[in-house]
């Protein structure tokens, strides 16, 4: 037997759920700039009062858009390393990359919200880090095991900037070499950066066969980061 609190809370949940959908709609139609709780209320028959109970500010609703798009970008790289157990580090390093674009392309707008231009006058607080961190943990622990089992390639880093390699290892990849830290986050910038270039047209007129320019550029940050291919 549902218990009046549980029918509260079921219904609280189906109108949030509710809201941050049309929210996304409003997302993909306008842009992060022009999403209004105002608007939102009005396309959903709510009274704007009404919905300050769920997001007491726009600020507060695009908080929750961005860690569920983070989340479910998270959960689409986990997936697929899950889906390659078994394999050697680099391919699956490279199967976690496809999936960051291919979740990229069939969330564009999602995408766009978290990687591309910040949205003037909002602050993302710290309650956005775990679910962004998710895909480069996954990132981090192929790299680790590999590490662990029989050592990176590495490449080493020129003198003036061995300081800023051991605080990244420290801080970032603790137990890994300060090389590694300095290849990873060349490597990270470097896959959104592909994601966002096809994503954002700028590829258009340069590669044609992206999928199959993907899968190269990705195996090549895999060599990057020390990763052999069998």
Do not use: N
């Not at 549902?2 to 109108?15: D, I, K, L, S, Y």
């Amino acid at each position: 037997m549902t218990t009046p609190q549980g029918a509260r809370a079921r219904a609280r949940m189906e109108v949030t759920t509710a809201i941050k959908d049309e929210a996304r709609r409003q997302l993909a139609a306008e842009g992060a700039v022009k999403l209004s709780l105002r608007a939102v209320a009005r396309e959903l028959g709510m009274v704007s009062s009404a919905l300050y109970r769920y997001f007491p500010s726009r600020d507060d609703l695009l908080t929750a858009l961005i860690i569920d798009a983070y989340d479910s970008l998270g959960e689409a790289a986990e997936t697929a390393h899950a889906a390659a157990a078994g394999l050697p580090s680099a391919e699956r390093w490279v199967a976690v990359c496809e999936a960051v674009r291919h979740w990229a392309l069939a969330h564009p707008h999602e995408y766009a919200l978290i990687y591309g231009s910040p949205v003037p006058g909002y602050a993302a607080p710290d309650t956005t880090i775990p679910p962004a961190a998710r895909v480069a943990l996954v990132l981090i622990g192929i790299l680790r095991e590999a590490f662990e089992r029989r050592g990176l390639a590495r490449t080493p880093v020129p003198a003036g900037l061995a300081p800023e390699a051991r605080r990244m290892a420290d801080e970032l990849v603790p137990g890994l070499p300060p090389e590694v830290a300095v290849a990873m986050a060349a490597a990270w910038a470097q896959l959104f950066g592909l994601v966002g270039f096809e994503l954002f047209g700028q590829f258009k007129g340069v590669v044609e066969d992206r999928e199959r320019f993907f899968r190269h550029a990705a195996a090549q940050l895999a060599h990057g980061v020390g990763l052999v291919f069998p």
